[in-house]
């Protein structure tokens, strides 16, 4: 725990001046003023899925109340508008994340997705038998399974760099499973088990020192951090809509251009192709090459509004205020007798799990239900590293920049309450 | 609290801390796993049967308190009972956890049993009660592997 505290200590508070209003951006979110069971929801399971602000519904809303039209295809107005929204928020999304080309970005469904155009277009051709995929013990289900299917298909290997007791990912390990077979990396930024923040831009230049091009999951990172995937200069970032404050369904790829342009297509239709005949078909340009069908239009707007709305906010600042707020739950949840915290990374983000002595993680999750609060408890989609810390599941608190002290407060008096009840 | 109560009857408490018959079962002749995938509750379920005759009975798992309970609670109720009685009970167990209450089954055959009638309150803790059961089940049909609650 001193780990975690110690980062807190060298997280800069917004200014003064630019005090975080959390009670004028909770009225952005009309969901969290609700009760639940007779009592004041407390939202903490952010890791699964985000809440979202007004903005993002109601441009959603207007989009299907007046905008409504395909993209990329119609000469009448309506489509006309409507491509310039959707691909206007492609533009966003390249803004948001720092992409040097906007057709450096790919609508897809989520990370999931995201993952398995990857695994699909640009590792299978790639992999041969004997090559190997690098991947951390702390990987979600979605960055393990692609790459099994992937390497099954090939006869590639699956190599996974250990982590150590915080949760933090061995880079000595690392370093030594980098081999001249290793083909392409697949690291989570932050994992949503652990909350570990992996240091993620020496990890891909260990890998581009060898020539192994790198994919980074940002799924849990996005919400939290600012991220710039030139800096990084990864190859491939992967991220979901539904976590950053916008809708299901959506998601966003960035892949480096000279990849992109090299991928085969990863599923066939309109939209991906420039012409066809029974014959020869010719793709299209990446990014559209990458988006056979219709794609989710409403939800890539609404992708678009909620990354208006962030940037309204400033992702430094939300990183600082829930760092302040991580720790804070991290010392308050701490106090709670028969306690372990799984996951007590030095850089750590959004994310607070662990398992009480005498109370199972479902029963955690019940009682806390019962007090109108809702965290996620299981094994969070990534049981290879519940496995590594000896715990069939967990309780995982995942905080959000609406969040509060208060709500900290109610959670750990119902997790006393638990305890109580159980003793 | 007052739900919670209902939810954690005493006697679920003290069969979560104290389980019955938690311990592998050398002599077993009928064996099964199950698992239940959305939250990771695991449980073997171990059966010394002879003419169908359920002799003895053990399990073994991780599970929150309302699937450890229920299994150790079940091991105390099915030992000495034929096969078929056991799963007679099994079906007035889950009809009791899934059902509206005003249908509720015949306390008469549920027994103690009934210190898990709070559980149809909460639908998604249903699997957690019902989970050694389904093992039971599948153990008592020589199913060796995993048996699932979905």
């Known amino acids: 725990m001193r780990a975690v505290t110690e980062m807190a200590a060298s997280t800069t508070l917004p200014a003064a001046g630019t005090m975080f209003d959390v009670e004028r951006i909770r009225k952005d979110f009309p969901v969290l003023r609700q009760l639940v069971h007779g009592k004041p929801l407390v939202y903490l399971d952010n890791a699964a899925t985000s809440q979202k602000p007004k903005a993002v519904v109601e441009t959603m809303e207007r989009y299907y109340l007046t905008g409504n039209s395909n993209v990329h295809r119609g000469i009448h107005l309506l ?15 390249a803004r948001f ?13 989520g990370a999931t997705e995201g993952i398995n155009l990857v695994a699909h277009s640009f590792a299978g051709p790639r992999l041969a038998a004997g090559d190997e995929v690098l991947i951390s013990e702390m990987e979600h289900h979605s960055n393990i399974v692609p790459w099994q299917i992937v390497c099954r298909q090939t006869g590639a290997l699956l190599r996974v760099v250990p982590i150590n ?80 404050f916008g809708p299901t369904g959506i998601g966003v790829v960035f892949g480096k251009a000279r990849h992109l342009e090299a991928m085969p297509p990863y599923q066939g239709g309109g939209d991906m192709i420039l012409s066809v005949t029974f014959e020869k078909t010719i793709y299209n340009e990446a990014p559209l090459k990458f988006e056979a069908g219709t794609p989710h239009i409403a939800g890539a707007i609404g992708l678009g509004a909620a990354i208006d709305y962030l940037g309204s906010i400033g992702l430094d600042r939300i990183a600082a205020y829930e760092s302040d707020l991580l720790v804070y ?18 850089e750590k983000a959004s994310i607070l799990s662990f398992v009480l002595d005498d109370v199972h993680a479902h029963d955690i999750g019940t009682i806390l239900d019962q007090e109108g609060i809702a965290i996620r408890t299981g094994h969070h989609c990534a049981q290879p590293v519940l496995q590594r810390f000896g715990v069939p599941a967990t309780a995982r608190v995942s ?15 119902a997790i006393y309450r638990a305890t109580e009840l159980f003793g | 609290m007052s739900d919670l109560r209902e939810l954690y009857q005493e006697v679920i408490l003290d069969h979560n801390k104290r389980p019955q018959n938690f311990r592998t079962l050398e002599s077993a002749n009928r064996t099964a ?44 109720v099915v030992k000495g009972k034929t096969a078929a009685d056991a ?13 509206d209450p005003d249908t509720a089954s015949d306390p008469e055959a549920i027994g103690k049993l009934a210190a ?35």
Request: proline share 4%.
């Open chain 1, 79 to 93: 489509s006309e508008r409507a491509t310039e929204a959707f691909e206007g928020a492609r533009a966003k999304a």
């Open chain 1, 97 to 109: 994340f720092n992409v040097g080309d906007v057709r450096e970005i790919v609508f897809v469904r």
């Open chain 1, 165 to 244: 007791d915080d949760g933090e990912l061995r880079v000595d390990e690392y370093e030594r499973l980098l081999s001249p077979k290793t083909r392409l990396v697949s690291i989570t930024h932050v994992s949503n088990a652990l909350g570990t923040i992996n240091p993620v831009k020496q990890l891909i230049e260990m890998a581009h020192e060898r020539g192994v091009p790198v994919l980074i999951d940002g799924a849990q990172a996005a919400p939290h951090l600012p991220v710039d995937v030139q800096a990084l200069d990864c190859d491939f970032y992967v991220c979901s809509g539904h976590k950053l």
């Open chain 1, 329 to 346: 739950a991290t010392d308050a949840i701490s106090t709670i007798p028969g306690i372990r915290i799984i996951g007590t990374a030095k």
């Open chain 1, 399 to 413: 905080i959000a920049f609406y969040n509060t002290r208060d709500e900290v407060d109610a959670l750990v008096k």
């Open chain 2, 33 to 76: 796993e199950g698992y239940n995938p959305l939250c990771g509750d695991q449980i073997t379920v171990y059966l010394l049967v002879e003419d169908q005759v359920i002799k003895e009975v053990a399990f073994q798992g991780s599970g929150c308190a309302i699937s450890k309970a229920s299994a150790s609670m079940m091991t105390t």
């Open chain 2, 87 to 99: 799963e007679r009970l099994f079906k007035t167990f889950h009809r009791m956890v899934t059902a």
């Open chain 2, 116 to 150: 898990f009638a709070g559980v149809r309150e909460f639908p998604v803790r249903v699997k957690c009660a019902t989970l050694p059961w389904h093992t039971l089940h599948a153990a008592l049909e020589g199913k060796a592997h995993i048996a699932s609650t979905e």
